[in-house]
């Protein structure tokens, strides 16, 4: 039996959100799921334990973001990342009990749902970084007086559906 080699997700202009650190996350995340696509099943334990550590981190760094910004505690942006963390712990078991293709299509997953999370709820973060004066390289804003009245809430996202 022949297997076909799973199609690599590129990196493209449409995944630049406009905020330069954000991008570099993003990159990286892109390139994880490359390296999960391009790893033999049998072998891809390791590198999908490395990856679920760099999307943990991923999405607590945007959620501190969100938080030192004014984003609300519940707002659905958050509620994603937590599902498709929720979706990856599970992912572990399910590899060692039985099913040796599961890493593969959950990262082929990932490049599908990822292109829509980044142009929609990232890139509305990102707008929203840069409309308070924040800086995410050092994670400061220039002036903290500037959300004290920002209630932003929901996906941070012009085109927000739950």
């Known amino acids: ?33 490359n390296k999960i696509l391009a790893t033999p099943e049998d072998e891809q334990l390791p590198v999908y334990k490395e990856f679920l550590n760099h999307t943990v981190e991923h999405f607590a760094q945007e959620e501190r973001w969100m938080l030192a910004t004014g984003f609300s505690a519940d707002n659905c942006h958050a509620e ?20 040796k293709q599961i890493i593969t299509r959950l990262a082929e997953a990932l490049a599908e749902w990822f292109p829509g999370h980044a142009a929609s709820m990232d890139a509305g973060l990102a707008a929203h970084l840069k409309s308070v004066g924040f800086d995410s390289v050092t994670e400061t804003l220039a002036d903290p007086s500037a959300i004290k009245h920002v209630t932003m809430s929901g996906c941070g996202s012009v085109s927000c559906s739950s």
């Open 80 to 99: 994603h990342h937590a599902t498709i963390l929720e979706t990856m712990r599970v992912v572990e078991a399910h590899y060692l009990d039985t099913d």
């Open 1 to 33: 039996m022949t297997t076909t080699a799973p199609t690599l997700m590129p990196w493209t202009e449409s995944l630049n959100t406009g905020d330069a650190r954000m991008d570099e996350t993003h990159q990286e995340f892109v390139d994880m799921i």
